[in-house]
């Protein structure tokens, strides 16, 4: 979230596309419901008429996986229309930005791709620049290489008929939508974009996202009181888990995994510390030669040293894509002897979910770590195979529960809060710190005696007390960071002492020399010498917008609203002073209300002054992309798996995704629209819940949601047994026929759908067959998430448990 | 014995107006006073479902966890919780929760109970093993036919986190990677 819970009550109008706050985050409806009173508007748009939409002030159906087509239109009604908010476009984003004369676009192709690898090369793409090397510009707008023209001519494409005959939304509806939230183009007025896995999970998942930044910064609302782009995150501390790293393309605090052509320390910060040559760019990211060198000291302690990289070299290189989908790939091709799962359940969780159930068989050795017995820990006696044939090494590890332990967790407003250990873990059960604790000295101990390459382990900097708990304040003060030796800072008018050993307030002092260790940088000044930041109850509001400053601690540095250099004009004035985030006191030469995004002056200040878009090198949000795989402008592309053709263009998927095999189009076999989805009674693959006899009694087996009139068509009524089958397998489960779901007209033809929640499996108190054995494994070109929310199934009554 | 929304109220008002005061919550939350949870230990948590980070106070007894409610002094969600953060009492007293550490032999049919040290050992062993067979030290790159040092373990993956505390996340990521596991990848990837 650029923004948080609470702010959601600032806003005049919610967009909820991709999302169900409603059902999956149903607290964040006391924020929704108060922004209501006070005349918001709540606009949900979503394949089902949600617990979401049955709250909204207008509701607009969408066909899974056209939201490119929906969100391009909104782009396409606010430019025509007039509604954005001209000023913060000019200045704030890369509007005026002149493309080179390269860039070209045609039928659903940008230029410089590559038909073979199905690759694009993004530099095909860059700004135009001037003799200083820096992007050439136009603020009048007019220049028809600017990205403000290319924008324009891009999307003047999506009209209103155009996105609704993609989207199959009616017409009336969706200009009500596009109306309610273009309005807050001005600057006075506030829309928040709210986006969950209906976005992210499709193979244009990342432009789906970057298509809510475009809108929201076309209408001027990044950066503002109830604005922002907010993933709603479904796991508790899924925003923790990735600010330390646990992807495999990063290392903790978003810095990138060295790849292999990265052969030393140098040569690593060359390639990912982007460099800008105008003195107005704050360019957050050239600070990457200091977060990298502290966390390298945090892992290597005194062994790091400025002659031998700080150990740099002891880091895997990664060659290529090691995402989940990839992983299970190569498991089931028997390339994988051991897997060690930490609360994950991918038996369950993961795409082909039946394919992953196999490729465990292929493994020497598996570690789960659980409250609970999982689909995964026992999938060697999953129904209808012999255990006698699976031959793999199963390691089930009790793992203590939330109240068992103490540590923080960071909720998706990026709130790192504090959790107090209530009670002793049930039985045997150990927390997870412990467990970590153990293979890490046991590995360390056996490496102690030799063994491949023993100096990356032996080395490693591990201690963390005496006690047989790991000490997790130690941890944790590790993570903020501390000095390696009596330091002299002088910042501005202030001289800084610091003892070796002392805490790093925050991240603008960490160093590149091996004087300071931060094992995660932006969490940076959540552990300091007044102590843990991150367990601070304190209530006060100074400025009434419920940012809570002393309430737990928020990265970066406390700040609540990221991007809020977006709030004010040039020269440091709120856009709206009746919400003001921040504000430039000229008298006092100091920024008042939340921690700014940097400490400068306003943008306007000839000095000192910078754009409000730090962590860009041109210092400007991104209305074009440079980086992305599949283009620097989000464009409409159906699902791989879809029943209509792509009305935008002849290219009718995105390019840039290999498709894989076991994928059909074939609407004479599977006719219907399937997606999955979740429910406020039942937590992801459902291990924590459906184990719970409350929730159990709530929601107590699989279903299979269907409309009324495909009910009909098929001779089913509410709780017959159903059998749904894709290109992948087949599941059985009860009917709910539910008014919830309607067809939609795509291309002149009514097309049904079919609604899956995906959090059942067979262990635990409530089973049931799970939706993912449907879905398809093919992913989004830049992050590889699966498309579990569009693919095509068919529907028939019976099967053998009728 | 009952309490009237009145009172309830008051209590969650008097409780924020210690906060406020500047006094040092002791780990937790404090109750009202005539609330039927008078005389317990509380402490404070957040809730281990999703990343609304809503807060809920943990009752015990005697070491032994007797009530868990919301927050009423949490700012987000000020007391309210939905139907699974309403259930986590019964993540902590759950029959069903695990309790010992089981193995699986190869191809057997069932669980057999073992204990931590012998389970550990055996599976650092492997981790170790698993590293040594598989590591690749250097490799020749396809495109430019060049070799790469890359000191990298091919051969195990680990998953998982989003569910773990932000300290377990760090010391996970840290450990993996010292191991070389190129194969780190959680829940935010699907």
Known sequence: MTNHWIDLRNADAILAIGCNPAENHPISMKWIEQAMDNGGKLLAVDPRFTRTGSKADHYAQIRPGTDIAFLGGMINYALQNNMIHEEYVREYTNAAFIVNEKYDFNEGIFCSFDDQEKTYDPKAWAYAVDGAGNPKRDHSLKDPRCVFQLLKKHYSRYTVDMVCNITGTKKEDYIAVAKAFCSTGRPDKAGTILYAMGITQSTHGTQNVRATAMLQMLLGNIGIAGGGVNALRGESNVQGSSDYGLLFHLLPGYLKSPEFDNVDLKAYLEKWTPKTKDPKSANWWGNTPKYTVSLLKAWYGDNATKENGFCYDYLPKRSGNYSFMKLMEKMGKGELQGLICMGQNPAVGGPDSLKTREALGKLDWLVTVDLWETETSIFWKRPGVNPKDIKTEVFMLPAASSVEKEGSISNSGRWAQWRYKAAEPVGDAKSDLWIINQFATRVKKAYAKGGTFPEPITKLSWNYGQGEEPEVHMVAKEINGYFTKDMTIVDKDKTLEFKAGDQVPMFKYLQDDGSTVSGCWIYCGSYTKEGNQMARRDLADPTGLGLYPKWSWAWPVNRRIIYNRGSVNPDGMPFNPKRAVITWDALEKKWKGDVPDGPWPPMNDAKEGKYPFIMLPEGHGRLYALDMKDGPFPEHYEPVESPAKNLMSKTQTNPAVKIPANMSSDTAKYPFVGTTYRMTEHWQAGAMTRSLPWLVELVPTMFVEISQTLARAKGISNGDMVKVTTERGSIEAKALVTSRLKPFSVQGKEVEQVGLPWHFGYAGLATGDSGNVLTPSVGCANTSIPEFKAFLCNIEKGGKRA | ?190
């Open chain 2, 1 to 190: 014995m009952a309490v009237s929304r009145r009172e309830f109220l008051q209590g969650g008002a008097a409780a924020a107006a210690l906060i406020l005061s500047g006094k040092k919550a002791e780990a937790g939350g404090a109750d009202g006073s005539q609330m039927r949870t008078k005389g317990l230990k509380s402490s404070t948590t957040i809730c281990p479902f999703c990343a609304v980070g809503c807060g809920l106070v943990v009752h015990t007894k005697n070491g032994k966890i007797v009530n868990i409610e919301g927050d009423t002094q949490h700012p987000i969600n000020q007391g309210a919780l939905c139907s699974k953060g309403s259930a986590l009492f019964q993540v902590a007293n759950n029959e069903r929760r695990l309790q010992k550490v089981m193995y699986r032999a190869p191809g057997s049919d069932k669980f057999e109970e073992k204990s931590w040290d012998w389970a550990l050992e055996r599976i650092a062993q492997k981790m170790k093993d698993t590293r040594d067979k598989s590591f690749k030290a250097k490799e020749i790159n396809k495109k430019d036919n060049k070799e790469y040092v890359v000191n990298r373990t091919e051969g195990m993956a680990f998953l998982g986190g989003a569910g773990l505390d932000n300290e377990e996340c760090y010391l996970w990521s840290k450990f993996a990677r010292s191991m070389g596991v190129a194969n780190l990848e959680h829940q935010a990837r699907i």
